[in-house]
């Protein structure tokens, strides 16, 4: 009998899909409702980069490299938007904690750095 070999993903595509799954949360539990308490084109965007997520996270998972790309997107938008919302458009923090940003800041950076990783290991295992 022939054995079927199924293949796993490989932990960098794992770590890279785990983080994008966070800030997927994050955007849904607290992103979408404060962008729809703030009206304006954050209506729009925020939800737009949730479905950018959930696509980036199918394609990783089908082992289409494009969704590291979207992941890419994704941490460069969310090192952006804090920029923009808070200190740019002067719209303060929906808690009034000055130092909220850190923190989607370095989610931001992780994202990064393992979909850079997952695409320098795409072809390991």
Request: proline residues 5%; contains cysteine.
């Amino acid at each position: 009998m022939k054995k079927i070999k199924i293949k796993s993903i490989n932990i960098y595509n794992q770590v890279a899909i785990s983080l994008l799954l966070i800030q997927l949360v994050h955007k849904i539990v607290r992103e979408i409702p404060g962008a729809f308490k703030m009206g304006g084109a954050g209506q729009i965007i925020v939800p737009i980069f949730a479905g950018i997520i959930i696509i980036g996270i199918i394609f990783i998972i089908f082992r289409i490299k494009w969704g590291l790309i979207l992941g890419f997107l994704d941490g460069i938008f969310m090192i952006i938007q804090p920029i923009l919302i808070h200190i740019i458009l002067a719209h303060p923090d929906q808690n009034g904690i000055w130092w909220y940003p850190i923190f989607p800041w370095i989610q931001a950076i992780l994202i990064i750095y393992f979909c850079r990783l997952a695409w320098e290991n795409w072809n390991s295992y």
